[in-house]
């Protein structure tokens, strides 16, 4: 059972608003990831830390920014929203690399729908 | 750039049948590969992953992949599937060049009762 929480799960606004996207873990782990998924499409990373007060971009240029200042808390932020910013964003984290073998444990994702 | 292909994005198939999804990478280094699975209604989770060893790994629910290092490839298999192996399965591979675990487009299986 992935100990990882995101809010709201669904969320319709209107251009223009600000909105953040919350991601929590109860495990402890100082990897954190966001993932833009949309339908029939790869998940693309957005934004990563890999510890509290580090953040960076991923390989899909977003307008998101994210902040880490605990450990357990990786929200994430557009200040702006505009339609093109509708897609599922999935929050993760993992103990330690991929490259070690490591999984990634998912939140069960935020819906955003920007009018 | 790297990618991953998952050629088919819909499969449909009846209960007791064999599954096999296809995976397959575009980089010539080091990899770590990776099936995840969305059920429908909940989160990805881990079903398996090469990491090193054996290149034929075992997963949960009787999910097994076989990695072959000359064709890129890490097709994922069961023998016989469920209707509850009804889900959306992702394929993912980390390389030594990028460092970033870089996923397929998914696959959706469909079991029929």
């Known amino acids: 059972e992935a100990d990882i929480y995101q809010t709201p799960r669904y969320l319709v606004i209107g251009t223009g608003k600000k909105i953040t996207l919350e991601c929590s873990q109860t495990m402890g782990h100082d990897k954190m990831y966001w993932y833009q998924q949309d339908p029939g499409m790869e998940l693309h990373l957005i934004h990563y830390s890999y510890g509290v007060n580090s953040t960076e971009k991923g390989d899909l240029s977003s307008e998101s920014t994210v902040s880490r200042i605990r450990t357990e808390h990786f929200p994430l932020t557009l200040e702006s929203a505009r339609p093109s910013h509708t897609s599922q964003y999935l929050c993760?984290?993992?103990?330690?690399?991929?490259?070690?073998?490591?999984?990634?444990?998912f939140g069960e994702g935020s819906r955003l729908t920007v009018l | 750039a790297q990618s991953v292909s998952q050629h088919n994005h819909h499969v449909i198939l009846s209960e007791a049948a064999s599954l096999e999804l296809g995976c397959n990478y575009s980089y010539g280094g080091t990899v770590n590969l990776f099936w995840y699975v969305q059920y429908p209604g909940q989160h990805l989770q881990l079903l398996l992953k090469y990491f090193s060893g054996d290149p034929l790994v075992k997963g949960i629910k009787g999910f097994e992949a076989e990695f072959i290092k000359s064709k890129f490839s890490f097709n994922l298999r069961k023998p016989s599937v469920q209707w509850s192996d009804t889900a959306e399965y992702f394929c993912a591979v980390w390389t030594d060049s990028s460092y970033k675990l870089i996923f397929g487009s998914g696959t959706r299986l469909l079991v029929r009762p």
């Open positions: 993760a984290s993992s103990s330690g690399l991929a490259g070690e073998g490591r999984e990634l444990f």
